[in-house]
């Protein structure tokens, strides 16, 4: 007897920073239908905001919240889920303790997710509206996600990104770190602006780009849009700024008060805005945009695709990597770094990871990490010619690359720090654990072997051939070129390859001339 096949359903929980919510989905004829959507408002942000953790009676009052959403999963026989959570969370003092309460009172593990994380997922969404709507003006366009602790900013040339940066500020952190300024001036807007001229400070934005688009999304959008008289279409507001600019010009000298009444608004809505008006119009200072985009999306769309459509982890990825390098390359570009070598040490990286898979056992996240070290590891010569290394390592783990995290960059930077001179020393990674120790070591031996040959800076051996055996790594590398300074250099490294992976790296020169 057949039986007709369930279709397959998810819930995302999103624990933010005001609100509390969740989503149950499932997947009709290749589309992703909701079956519920729950909302409950909490003050985690404005908890962790001003007093740096989260208290306990709102820890109790998230878990009721929590009990109920696990009800309605049971109801709808749930039983895949992914539960996230954002800013207030990630900045709590006693975050860990929140999450093992969550844990233990709920039986939920939430994953926190770290800023550069959530930003890319929601820019991903972004941009898959955007080019379905076509509404994108040629140029550069500029995007930002701005939540209630974070502002995420990122650049698009029309084909990738090319600048991301993340700043630790947002609508509701804005109003209050400032709120107590507001009662002492009646210039309070002029101070708002020169706060966000310092804090918002994105050089690469102000150096006559030419900026034609802005797409502004965030928890105030569809308030803002409804108060410039905009109604979505296909998803997407557009307003035009000269009507922002009007709304913004008519609050900023009103108290949160008078917003609230002159607008029918509850106060901490009227805050909001406030706040999140001052930091759209600092954005849209930067571009010449006439309209903003605002599409709408939320940070559980991008993770119920992942979960229901199975081809979206492998096309996220791509999306990440695709632009990641973009970014990378500009920023080596900026560093002046040779675009020539680094391109040789990241086509032979790329093909010792490939071959040496059944000894590294890494994944294609690892790879990344080691094309991106290739990428820019020779900014530090911008810095430095003595210390260069050491400059390379801290500028990379401080940058900003798209759909990177703080991790990755320090990772990134690790290996990128070293040549055919420096090895790893278990006390740069007293702070990390075996495994992540492990994964840095065999990604630098990857890396110093590839960067080895190409030395000379002058691309006399552009690609390898190589052969993994039971105790030897045979590289083959065919030219005519003098390559005795490579040869050196690759002989300098071969050690710790044979210390990480057992296996000896042996170099064959075959000349192309008969």
Same mark, same amino acid.
């Given at each position: 007897?057949?039986?007709?096949?369930?279709?397959?359903?998810? +819930?995302?929980?999103?624990?933010?920073?005001?609100?509390?919510?969740?989503?149950?989905?499932?997947?009709?004829?290749?589309?992703?239908?909701?079956?519920?959507?729950?909302?409950?408002? !909490?003050?985690?942000?404005?908890?962790?905001?001003? =007093?740096?953790?989260?208290?306990?009676?709102?820890?109790?009052?998230?878990?009721?919240?929590?009990?109920?959403?696990?009800?309605?999963?049971?109801?709808?026989?749930?039983?895949?889920?992914?539960?996230?959570?954002?800013?207030?969370?990630?900045?709590?003092?006693?975050?860990?303790?929140?999450? =093992?309460?969550?844990? !233990?009172?709920?039986?939920?593990?939430?994953?926190?997710?770290?800023?550069? $994380?959530?930003?890319?997922?929601?820019?991903?969404?972004?941009?898959?509206?955007?080019?379905?709507?076509?509404?994108?003006?040629?140029?550069?366009?500029?995007?930002?996600? !701005?939540?209630?602790?974070?502002?995420?900013?990122?650049?698009?040339?029309?084909?990738?990104?090319?600048?991301?940066?993340?700043?630790?500020?947002?609508?509701?952190?804005?109003?209050?770190?400032?709120?107590?300024?507001?009662?002492?001036?009646?210039?309070?807007?002029?101070?708002?602006?020169?706060? %966000?001229?310092?804090?918002?400070?994105?050089?690469?934005?102000?150096?006559?780009?030419?900026?034609?688009?802005?797409?502004?999304?965030?928890?105030?959008?569809?308030?803002?849009?409804?108060?410039?008289?905009?109604?979505?279409?296909?998803?997407?507001?557009?307003?035009?700024?000269?009507?922002?600019?009007?709304?913004?010009?008519?609050?900023?000298?009103?108290? &949160?008060?008078?917003?609230?009444?002159?607008?029918?608004?509850?106060?901490?809505?009227?805050?909001?805005?406030?706040?999140?008006? +001052?930091?759209?119009?600092?954005?849209?200072?930067? @571009?010449?945009?006439?309209?903003?985009?605002?599409?709408?999306?939320?940070?559980?769309?991008?993770?119920?695709?992942?979960?229901?459509?199975?081809?979206?982890?492998? /096309?996220?990825? $791509?999306?990440?990597?695709?632009?990641? %390098? &973009?970014?990378?390359?500009?920023?080596? =570009?900026?560093?002046?770094?040779?675009?020539?070598?680094?391109?040789?040490?990241?086509?032979?990286?790329?093909?010792?990871?490939?071959?040496?898979?059944?000894?590294?056992?890494?994944?294609?996240?690892?790879?990344?990490?080691?094309?991106?070290?290739?990428?820019?590891?020779?900014?530090?010569?911008?810095?430095?010619?003595?210390?260069?290394?050491?400059?390379?390592?801290?500028?990379?783990?401080?940058?900003?690359?798209?759909?990177?995290?703080?991790? =990755?960059?320090?990772?990134?930077?690790?290996?990128?720090?070293?040549?055919?001179?420096?090895?790893?020393?278990?006390?740069?990674?007293?702070?990390? &654990?075996?495994?992540?120790? @492990?994964?840095? +070591?065999?990604?630098?031996?990857?890396?110093? /072997?590839?960067?080895?040959?190409?030395?000379?800076?002058?691309?006399?051996?552009?690609?390898?051939?190589?052969?993994?055996?039971?105790?030897?790594?045979? !590289?083959?590398?065919?030219?005519?070129?003098?390559?005795?300074?490579?040869?050196? +250099?690759?002989?300098?490294?071969?050690?710790?390859?044979?210390?990480?992976?057992?296996?000896?790296?042996?170099?064959?020169?075959?000349?192309?001339?008969?």
């Amino acid at each position: 007897m057949n039986k007709k096949k369930t279709p397959k359903a998810a +819930a995302v929980i999103d624990i933010g920073s005001s609100v509390l919510k969740m989503r149950i989905s499932q997947l009709k004829k290749g589309e992703i239908a909701d079956l519920d959507r729950l909302t409950y408002p !909490i003050s985690l942000g404005h908890e962790v905001f001003t =007093d740096g953790s989260i208290s306990f009676q709102s820890v109790r009052e998230m878990s009721k919240a929590l009990s109920g959403f696990k009800a309605l999963m049971q109801e709808y026989g749930i039983t895949e889920y992914r539960a996230v959570a954002t800013t207030a969370i990630r900045e709590a003092k006693n975050r860990a303790f929140v999450l =093992d309460q969550i844990h !233990i009172q709920n039986g939920f593990t939430v994953e926190v997710l770290e800023d550069a $994380e959530e930003k890319t997922l929601i820019y991903s969404e972004i941009l898959d509206v955007l080019q379905k709507t076509g509404d994108l003006n040629p140029g550069y366009t500029l995007l930002s996600y !701005i939540g209630s602790g974070t502002i995420g900013i990122a650049m698009h040339d029309g084909e990738n990104m090319v600048y991301s940066q993340n700043a630790s500020i947002g609508a509701l952190k804005l109003h209050d770190m400032l709120g107590s300024i507001e009662e002492q001036t009646e210039n309070f807007d002029m101070v708002l602006e020169e706060y %966000l001229q310092a804090a918002l400070n994105f050089r690469p934005f102000e150096n006559g780009n030419d900026i034609n688009n802005i797409v502004l999304t965030g928890n105030e959008v569809e308030m803002i849009a409804s108060l410039c008289a905009v109604e979505p279409k296909n998803g997407l507001f557009k307003i035009p700024v000269k009507r922002l600019m009007r709304l913004y010009r008519g609050i900023s000298k009103m108290t &949160s008060g008078k917003i609230a009444l002159h607008y029918h608004l509850p106060e901490r809505e009227a805050e909001l805005l406030y706040s999140a008006l +001052a930091i759209y119009v600092r954005l849209i200072r930067l @571009t010449k945009a006439q309209y903003i985009l605002s599409p709408k999306v939320d940070l559980w769309d991008a993770l119920m695709r992942q979960m229901l459509l199975p081809r979206q982890n492998a /096309l996220y990825f $791509e999306h990440v990597s695709s632009n990641a %390098l &973009s970014c990378a390359e500009n920023i080596a =570009d900026h560093y002046q770094c040779d675009h020539m070598h680094a391109q040789a040490v990241r086509t032979i990286a790329k093909e010792i990871f490939d071959r040496t898979k059944p000894l590294h056992g890494m994944d294609r996240k690892q790879r990344l990490i080691l094309d991106l070290a290739a990428t820019l590891h020779d900014c530090g010569h911008f810095v430095s010619i003595k210390e260069h290394l050491d400059a390379t390592f801290d500028l990379i783990r401080h940058m900003g690359v798209y759909g990177m995290t703080d991790k =990755d960059m320090r990772r990134i930077a690790f290996v990128a720090r070293y040549n055919e001179y420096q090895v790893p020393d278990v006390r740069d990674f007293v702070d990390m &654990s075996e495994r992540s120790r @492990t994964e840095i +070591a065999k990604l630098v031996a990857i890396f110093r /072997l590839a960067n080895a040959l190409d030395k000379s800076q002058k691309q006399k051996i552009p690609t390898v051939k190589v052969k993994l055996s039971d105790e030897q790594l045979t !590289i083959t590398a065919q030219t005519n070129e003098n390559v005795l300074l490579e040869e050196w +250099a690759f002989a300098q490294c071969a050690a710790f390859f044979a210390d990480v992976f057992g296996v000896k790296p042996v170099l064959k020169i075959k000349q192309t001339l008969i």
